[in-house]
């Protein structure tokens, strides 16, 4: 599987295309398709797993650690979060200096590993200035406890400025970023969720201009193309953020009928289009069954051209 590769000043990792998410790891009923899509997912090249403190109700970092135990350290990637708002609060980052050291502390106990390759804060405050948050993330850096650091839900701005005074103060820099990223449009409002920070027109520039890797969540729109594609009945989360907007139906029916041309499954022509564009993309996705699995993960297959990608997102013919 191609690998986007993601440094600082002292680390470099190699983060396959396809990252995995939680897939329900921490849920008994749902633990051993997660072993199976997870013993998959290595099996065909794919090294990172995306959790978070706050997954599984603080559980699933534990499932993922026991999956991984026994496995050689550097075989696999862990991407973890902290600094999650608390649901029972004002929907602001928890990104004191007290909550990311004790959040990171009790992901590392949890996955039981000593590092993790990759933390993100989960979500931003953006009435906490950057010069009070980015010491704190150093910090975490050179005591081995995080390789590389991560903006997940920051703006471009927000991460562009955390970096300036990174760069002015020898700090570590946010070197990856996470945004509900896929081919449909919807906005935070939509989704519920005013922490969210979703793709667009403007930001979309920015990663590109500045080839800042972007790890996508909900990269295949919780299945909407797929089964929008199909005439299949979706999950309410699903159509609550693509269904409202007939463009999103109307890039479903383009996604198929370029799926139906390479001979490949929609769900993977709808991934593919975050891993071939400018920006340095990486997929996370998840999994209900056997079957999503196998035809999503095709997407490592191919790269769209410029022309195919235009083509979903508009119509014009690709050339
Ligand atoms: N940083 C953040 O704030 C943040 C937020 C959300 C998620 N994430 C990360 O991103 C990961 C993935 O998020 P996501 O679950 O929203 O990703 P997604 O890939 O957009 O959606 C996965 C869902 O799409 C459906 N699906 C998958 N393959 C399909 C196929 N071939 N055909 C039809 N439907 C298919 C399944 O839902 P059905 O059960 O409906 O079939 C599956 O559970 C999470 O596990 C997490 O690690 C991060």
Same mark, same amino acid.
């Given at each position: 599987?191609?690998?986007?590769?993601?440094?600082?000043?002292?680390?470099?990792?190699?983060?396959?295309?396809?990252?995995?998410?939680?897939?329900?790891?921490?849920? !008994?009923?749902?633990?051993?398709?997660?072993?199976?899509?997870?013993?998959?997912?290595?099996?065909?090249?794919?090294?990172?797993?995306?959790?978070?403190?706050?997954?599984?109700?603080?559980?699933?970092?534990?499932?993922?650690?026991?999956?991984?135990?026994?496995?050689?350290?550097?075989?696999?990637?862990?991407?973890?979060?902290?600094?999650?708002?608390?649901?029972?609060?004002?929907?602001?980052?928890?990104?004191?200096?007290?909550?990311?050291?004790?959040?990171?502390?009790?992901?590392?106990?949890?996955?039981?590993?000593?590092?993790? +390759?990759?933390?993100?804060?989960?979500? +931003? +405050?953006?009435?906490?200035?950057?010069?009070?948050?980015? !010491?704190?993330?150093?910090?975490?850096?050179?005591?081995?406890?995080?390789?590389?650091?991560?903006?997940?839900?920051?703006? #471009?701005?927000?991460?562009?400025?955390?970096?300036?005074?990174?760069?002015?103060?020898?700090?570590?820099?946010?070197?990856?970023?996470?945004?509900?990223?896929?081919?449909?449009?919807?906005?935070?409002?939509?989704?519920?969720?005013?922490?969210?920070?979703?793709? +667009?027109?403007?930001?979309?520039?920015?990663?590109?201009?500045?080839?800042?890797?972007?790890?996508?969540?909900?990269?295949?729109?919780?299945?909407?193309?797929?089964?929008?594609?199909?005439?299949?009945?979706?999950?309410?989360?699903?159509?609550?953020?693509?269904?409202?907007?007939?463009?999103?139906?109307?890039?479903?029916?383009?996604?198929?009928?370029?799926?139906? #041309?390479?001979?490949?499954?929609?769900?993977?022509?709808?991934?593919?289009?975050?891993?071939?564009?400018?920006?340095?993309?990486?997929?996370?996705?998840?999994?209900?069954?056997?079957?999503?699995?196998?035809?999503?993960?095709?997407?490592?297959?191919?790269?769209?051209?410029?022309?195919?990608?235009?083509?979903?997102?508009?119509?014009?013919?690709?050339?």
């Amino acid at each position: 599987m191609k690998t986007v590769t993601i440094s600082n000043q002292h680390h470099t990792i190699s983060m396959s295309q396809i990252a995995i998410g939680d897939n329900g790891i921490s849920d !008994p009923a749902t633990q051993k398709f997660a072993h199976w899509c997870f013993d998959q997912y290595l099996e065909r090249g794919g090294n990172c797993f995306d959790t978070a403190r706050v997954y599984g109700g603080g559980l699933s970092e534990a499932a993922l650690g026991a999956y991984l135990k026994g496995k050689p350290r550097d075989s696999y990637i862990i991407s973890t979060k902290c600094g999650h708002h608390d649901m029972a609060k004002p929907p602001i980052g928890r990104l004191s200096e007290r909550e990311i050291l004790s959040d990171a502390d009790k992901s590392l106990r949890s996955l039981g590993c000593e590092y993790a +390759d990759v933390l993100f804060l989960h979500r +931003d +405050d953006i009435y906490k200035p950057v010069e009070e948050i980015m !010491p704190v993330l150093h910090k975490l850096v050179t005591a081995g406890k995080a390789r590389i650091l991560g903006a997940s839900n920051w703006t #471009a701005g927000r991460i562009a400025a955390a970096n300036a005074f990174a760069a002015q103060n020898g700090l570590t820099p946010f070197s990856v970023s996470q945004v509900l990223w896929n081919l449909g449009l919807t906005t935070a409002a939509q989704t519920g969720d005013l922490t969210h920070c979703v793709m +667009d027109e403007a930001e979309h520039r920015w990663y590109a201009e500045n080839r800042f890797p972007v790890m996508a969540w909900t990269s295949t729109g919780k299945g909407f193309f797929a089964k929008t594609a199909a005439g299949l009945p979706m999950s309410s989360q699903a159509a609550q953020y693509y269904a409202w907007l007939p463009e999103n139906t109307a890039r479903a029916m383009r996604a198929k009928s370029l799926a139906d #041309a390479l001979h490949m499954p929609v769900s993977a022509v709808v991934l593919n289009y975050v891993l071939s564009g400018p920006v340095p993309g990486i997929g996370v996705t998840a999994f209900s069954n056997e079957e999503q699995f196998h035809e999503t993960m095709r997407a490592s297959e191919f790269t769209l051209s410029a022309g195919q990608r235009r083509f979903l997102e508009c119509g014009l013919p690709a050339e």
